[in-house]
Protein backbone atom coordinates (compact mmCIF):
# COMPACT_ATOMS: atom_id res chain seq x y z
CA UNK A 1 0.00 0.00 0.00
CA UNK A 2 1.31 3.30 -0.50
CA UNK A 3 2.04 5.22 2.35
CA UNK A 4 2.01 9.35 2.95
CA UNK A 5 3.52 10.00 5.95
CA UNK A 6 3.19 12.94 8.24
CA UNK A 7 6.02 12.88 10.52
CA UNK A 8 3.71 15.44 13.57
CA UNK A 9 0.32 14.82 14.41
CA UNK A 10 -0.30 17.65 16.31
CA UNK A 11 2.03 20.53 17.14
CA UNK A 12 1.87 23.93 19.58
CA UNK A 13 4.44 26.90 18.32
CA UNK A 14 4.48 30.55 19.41
CA UNK A 15 4.11 33.33 17.40
CA UNK A 16 7.23 33.68 15.69
CA UNK A 17 9.21 30.40 15.66
CA UNK A 18 10.06 28.54 12.80
CA UNK A 19 7.97 25.53 11.60
CA UNK A 20 8.64 22.26 9.65
CA UNK A 21 6.47 20.41 8.36
CA UNK A 22 7.62 17.11 6.88
CA UNK A 23 5.63 14.58 4.59
CA UNK A 24 7.38 11.61 3.45
CA UNK A 25 6.12 9.04 0.80
CA UNK A 26 7.45 5.46 -0.10
CA UNK A 27 5.96 5.17 -3.61
CA UNK A 28 8.44 6.80 -6.21
CA UNK A 29 5.52 9.73 -6.56
CA UNK A 30 6.40 12.91 -8.95
CA UNK A 31 3.91 15.23 -7.73
CA UNK A 32 3.38 16.20 -4.07
CA UNK A 33 0.93 18.50 -2.88
CA UNK A 34 0.78 20.85 0.70
CA UNK A 35 -2.88 21.96 1.64
CA UNK A 36 -4.55 23.88 4.60
CA UNK A 37 -7.37 22.51 5.87
CA UNK A 38 -9.91 25.54 7.90
CA UNK A 39 -13.93 24.55 8.50
CA UNK A 40 -15.85 26.24 5.44
CA UNK A 41 -13.14 26.73 3.14
CA UNK A 42 -12.63 23.20 2.53
CA UNK A 43 -8.65 22.28 1.07
CA UNK A 44 -6.06 24.97 -0.20
CA UNK A 45 -3.35 24.21 -1.84
CA UNK A 46 -0.77 26.12 -0.31
CA UNK A 47 2.27 24.79 -2.88
CA UNK A 48 2.96 21.74 -4.96
CA UNK A 49 6.12 20.09 -6.57
CA UNK A 50 6.31 18.29 -9.69
CA UNK A 51 9.51 16.88 -9.02
CA UNK A 52 12.75 17.19 -6.86
CA UNK A 53 13.87 20.85 -6.42
CA UNK A 54 11.16 21.58 -8.57
CA UNK A 55 7.86 23.72 -6.94
CA UNK A 56 5.04 26.12 -7.80
CA UNK A 57 3.10 28.25 -5.46
CA UNK A 58 -0.45 27.21 -5.08
CA UNK A 59 -3.66 29.64 -4.21
CA UNK A 60 -2.40 30.62 -0.46
CA UNK A 61 1.17 30.67 -0.62
CA UNK A 62 1.76 33.84 1.31
CA UNK A 63 3.68 32.71 4.61
CA UNK A 64 5.39 29.91 3.81
CA UNK A 65 7.97 27.88 2.00
CA UNK A 66 8.94 24.25 0.72
CA UNK A 67 11.80 22.34 0.16
CA UNK A 68 11.76 19.09 -2.13
CA UNK A 69 15.80 18.02 -2.40
CA UNK A 70 14.80 14.33 -2.26
CA UNK A 71 11.88 12.56 -4.30
CA UNK A 72 10.33 10.94 -0.95
CA UNK A 73 9.99 14.37 0.87
CA UNK A 74 8.39 17.31 0.75
CA UNK A 75 8.72 19.78 3.62
CA UNK A 76 6.10 22.71 4.16
CA UNK A 77 8.24 25.66 6.21
CA UNK A 78 6.39 28.76 8.32
CA UNK A 79 9.37 30.36 8.54
CA UNK A 80 7.58 32.87 11.13
CA UNK A 81 4.29 31.48 12.67
CA UNK A 82 1.15 33.58 13.10
CA UNK A 83 -2.04 32.88 14.83
CA UNK A 84 -3.37 33.31 11.18
CA UNK A 85 -1.44 29.87 10.16
CA UNK A 86 -3.49 27.93 13.18
CA UNK A 87 -5.29 24.83 11.12
CA UNK A 88 -4.51 21.14 9.68
CA UNK A 89 -2.15 20.76 6.95
CA UNK A 90 -2.43 17.85 4.55
CA UNK A 91 -0.10 16.60 2.29
CA UNK A 92 -0.89 14.48 -0.60
CA UNK A 93 1.36 12.38 -3.19
CA UNK A 94 0.57 11.67 -6.71
CA UNK A 95 1.90 9.39 -9.38
CA UNK A 96 2.16 10.80 -12.49
CA UNK A 97 2.19 7.74 -14.38
CA UNK A 98 -1.60 6.96 -13.56
CA UNK A 99 -3.12 9.94 -14.31
CA UNK A 100 -4.39 8.88 -17.22
CA UNK A 101 -6.41 6.08 -15.57
CA UNK A 102 -8.94 6.33 -12.39
CA UNK A 103 -8.42 9.12 -10.36
CA UNK A 104 -7.31 6.95 -6.92
CA UNK A 105 -3.90 7.87 -7.63
CA UNK A 106 -3.75 10.83 -5.59
CA UNK A 107 -2.78 9.94 -1.93
CA UNK A 108 -3.20 11.70 1.04
CA UNK A 109 -1.13 11.85 4.73
CA UNK A 110 -3.38 11.84 8.02
CA UNK A 111 -2.55 15.60 8.77
CA UNK A 112 -0.91 17.68 10.68
CA UNK A 113 -2.47 19.59 13.39
CA UNK A 114 -0.74 22.69 14.49
CA UNK A 115 -1.88 25.97 16.76
CA UNK A 116 -0.23 28.58 16.89
CA UNK A 117 -0.27 30.77 20.57
CA UNK B 1 -9.75 30.14 -13.51
CA UNK B 2 -10.79 26.54 -12.08
CA UNK B 3 -13.23 26.43 -9.64
CA UNK B 4 -15.71 23.98 -7.20
CA UNK B 5 -18.58 24.88 -5.40
CA UNK B 6 -20.39 22.72 -3.02
CA UNK B 7 -23.39 24.72 -1.67
CA UNK B 8 -24.53 22.77 1.24
CA UNK B 9 -22.80 23.10 4.01
CA UNK B 10 -24.74 20.20 6.33
CA UNK B 11 -27.17 18.09 5.59
CA UNK B 12 -29.23 15.27 7.39
CA UNK B 13 -30.27 11.94 5.92
CA UNK B 14 -32.01 8.70 7.34
CA UNK B 15 -30.55 5.85 7.53
CA UNK B 16 -31.15 3.43 4.72
CA UNK B 17 -32.45 6.55 2.50
CA UNK B 18 -30.52 7.93 -0.52
CA UNK B 19 -28.87 10.99 -0.16
CA UNK B 20 -27.31 13.90 -3.41
CA UNK B 21 -24.59 16.19 -2.79
CA UNK B 22 -24.17 18.74 -4.77
CA UNK B 23 -21.11 19.86 -6.62
CA UNK B 24 -20.98 22.51 -9.75
CA UNK B 25 -17.47 23.11 -11.15
CA UNK B 26 -16.10 26.05 -13.69
CA UNK B 27 -13.13 25.23 -15.80
CA UNK B 28 -12.34 26.18 -19.64
CA UNK B 29 -10.38 22.96 -20.50
CA UNK B 30 -11.69 20.59 -22.29
CA UNK B 31 -9.97 17.54 -20.42
CA UNK B 32 -10.25 17.22 -16.63
CA UNK B 33 -11.13 15.02 -13.77
CA UNK B 34 -13.58 14.91 -11.04
CA UNK B 35 -13.21 13.28 -7.98
CA UNK B 36 -15.57 12.87 -4.03
CA UNK B 37 -13.28 12.18 -1.20
CA UNK B 38 -14.66 11.62 2.09
CA UNK B 39 -13.29 12.68 5.35
CA UNK B 40 -14.59 11.26 8.63
CA UNK B 41 -13.55 12.80 12.44
CA UNK B 42 -10.29 11.17 12.27
CA UNK B 43 -9.08 13.48 9.45
CA UNK B 44 -8.15 11.15 6.63
CA UNK B 45 -8.86 12.06 3.54
CA UNK B 46 -10.67 8.65 1.49
CA UNK B 47 -11.28 8.59 -2.11
CA UNK B 48 -14.65 7.80 -3.19
CA UNK B 49 -15.25 7.82 -6.93
CA UNK B 50 -13.49 9.58 -9.90
CA UNK B 51 -15.27 10.51 -13.49
CA UNK B 52 -13.08 11.77 -16.41
CA UNK B 53 -14.74 14.28 -18.18
CA UNK B 54 -14.88 12.49 -21.38
CA UNK B 55 -16.04 8.97 -19.80
CA UNK B 56 -19.68 9.06 -21.46
CA UNK B 57 -21.48 6.61 -18.50
CA UNK B 58 -21.52 8.14 -14.75
CA UNK B 59 -18.93 6.68 -12.70
CA UNK B 60 -20.14 3.90 -9.77
CA UNK B 61 -18.43 2.46 -7.12
CA UNK B 62 -20.74 0.39 -5.08
CA UNK B 63 -22.87 2.85 -3.02
CA UNK B 64 -21.53 5.71 -4.78
CA UNK B 65 -22.80 6.97 -7.91
CA UNK B 66 -21.57 10.36 -9.74
CA UNK B 67 -24.19 12.05 -11.54
CA UNK B 68 -22.39 13.65 -14.03
CA UNK B 69 -23.72 16.94 -16.22
CA UNK B 70 -21.16 18.05 -18.62
CA UNK B 71 -23.27 20.97 -20.21
CA UNK B 72 -24.27 22.14 -16.98
CA UNK B 73 -20.99 21.39 -15.38
CA UNK B 74 -22.47 19.26 -12.15
CA UNK B 75 -21.08 16.21 -10.65
CA UNK B 76 -23.17 15.56 -7.77
CA UNK B 77 -22.38 12.30 -5.67
CA UNK B 78 -25.28 9.99 -4.59
CA UNK B 79 -24.88 7.86 -2.01
CA UNK B 80 -27.56 4.94 -1.92
CA UNK B 81 -28.70 3.03 1.55
CA UNK B 82 -27.12 5.40 3.92
CA UNK B 83 -25.54 4.05 6.53
CA UNK B 84 -24.11 5.81 10.16
CA UNK B 85 -20.58 4.98 8.56
CA UNK B 86 -21.68 7.57 6.31
CA UNK B 87 -21.85 10.76 8.56
CA UNK B 88 -18.33 12.65 7.32
CA UNK B 89 -17.32 15.22 5.66
CA UNK B 90 -17.58 15.47 1.80
CA UNK B 91 -15.41 17.12 -0.75
CA UNK B 92 -15.75 17.11 -4.62
CA UNK B 93 -12.41 18.10 -6.09
CA UNK B 94 -11.30 19.15 -9.52
CA UNK B 95 -7.81 18.42 -11.86
CA UNK B 96 -6.82 19.46 -15.49
CA UNK B 97 -5.78 16.27 -16.95
CA UNK B 98 -3.42 18.17 -19.52
CA UNK B 99 -0.03 17.71 -18.05
CA UNK B 100 2.73 17.20 -15.21
CA UNK B 101 1.65 20.31 -13.11
CA UNK B 102 -2.01 20.16 -13.27
CA UNK B 103 -3.25 20.44 -9.74
CA UNK B 104 -6.24 19.38 -7.45
CA UNK B 105 -8.59 21.96 -6.35
CA UNK B 106 -11.53 21.24 -3.66
CA UNK B 107 -14.64 22.78 -2.83
CA UNK B 108 -15.75 23.90 0.78
CA UNK B 109 -16.93 20.43 1.51
CA UNK B 110 -20.57 18.95 2.64
CA UNK B 111 -20.58 17.68 6.38
CA UNK B 112 -23.01 14.95 5.99
CA UNK B 113 -24.87 13.44 9.22
CA UNK B 114 -26.97 10.04 8.63
CA UNK B 115 -29.38 9.32 11.22
CA UNK B 116 -30.77 6.09 12.29
Known amino acids: DVKVTQSSRYLVKRTGEKVFLECVQDMDHENMFWYRQDPGLGLRLIYF???????EKGDIPEGYSVSREKKERFSLILESASTNQTSMYLC????????????????FGEGSWLTVV | AQKITQTQPGMFVQEKEAVTLDCTYDTSDQSYGLFWYKQPSSGEMIFLIYQGSYDEQNATEGRYSLNFQKARKSANLVISASQLGDSAMYFCAMRDNGGATNKLIFGTGTLLAVQP
Open chain 1, 49 to 55: SYDVKMK
Open chain 1, 92 to 107: ASRDLRGRTLSGNTIY
